[in-house]
């Protein structure tokens, strides 16, 4: 059964502080998204990456950056974190095709 | 630029009686477009795809059409149940790539016993 997995799914952190978020999938799929998810606004997409240390600016990368030095992991780090950035991340992976699965998502509160 | 469409407000009805929710998109003709069902604190989950040439998608109790026309998608939810409560969120195809999708906001749906 297809899986993705998420490294948190409560995180509280602190202004300006470095926070990473990881995500991890079991299908060998080539693409891998991060979004943000924030009530009435629906899914937006901050960074996507379709390989191996291959990565694309989604709509909104300001403030986030991303890694994905194995084909399984994509991190979302968040260089300095800002009250603004407390919200829902979720995750994604999309086989070469359409739909895409999400791991269960990470809420994160930024103080 | 491409927008999507869906009604914030939360739709109420009574089990056993057929949902529909609206998906409405403007600026593009999408090659395909998607329903995903979203419960609280949740990651969303893919439930059917509609191709451009295709007017209707069945899978059990759901039924989805397009009408490239209108730019519309129903999504339909029959002989409803307490267990379909959840948001359903509406996405398609982005004209600027072969990768991404764009969403909607999702509507709320609560099926009363």
């Known amino acids: 059964d297809v899986k993705v997995t998420q490294s948190s799914r409560y995180l509280v952190k602190r202004t300006g502080e470095k926070v990473f978020l990881e995500c991890v999938q079991d299908?060998?799929?080539?693409?891998m998204f991060w979004y943000r998810q924030d009530p009435g606004l629906g899914l937006r997409l901050i960074y996507f990456s379709y390989d191996v240390k291959m990565k694309e600016k989604g709509d909104i990368p300001e403030g986030y950056s991303v890694s994905r030095e194995k084909k399984e992991r994509f991190s979302l780090i968040l260089e300095s974190a800002s009250t603004n950035q407390t919200s829902m991340y979720l995750c994604?992976?999309?086989?070469?095709?359409?739909?895409?699965?999400f791991g269960p998502g990470t809420r994160l509160l930024v103080l | 630029s491409q927008k999507i469409e869906q009604n914030s407000e939360a739709l109420n009805i009574q089990e056993g009686k057929t949902a529909t929710l609206t998906c409405n998109y403007t600026?593009?003709?999408?090659?395909?477009l998607q329903w995903y069902r979203q419960d609280p604190g949740r990651g969303p989950v893919f439930l059917l795809l509609i191709r451009e040439n295709e007017k209707e998608k069945r899978k059990e109790r759901l039924k989805v059409t397009f009408d490239t026309t209108l730019k519309q998608s129903l999504f339909h939810i029959t002989a409803s149940q307490p267990a379909d409560s959840a948001t359903y969120l509406c996405?398609?195809?982005?004209?600027?790539?072969?990768?991404?999708?764009?969403w909607g906001a999702g509507t709320k749906l609560i099926i009363k016993p």
């Open positions: 600026n593009y003709s999408p090659a395909y």
């Open positions: 299908m060998d799929h080539e693409n």
């Open positions: 994604a992976s999309r086989p070469f095709g359409i739909r895409e699965y």
């Open positions: 996405a398609l195809d982005r004209m600027d790539s072969n990768y991404q999708l764009i």
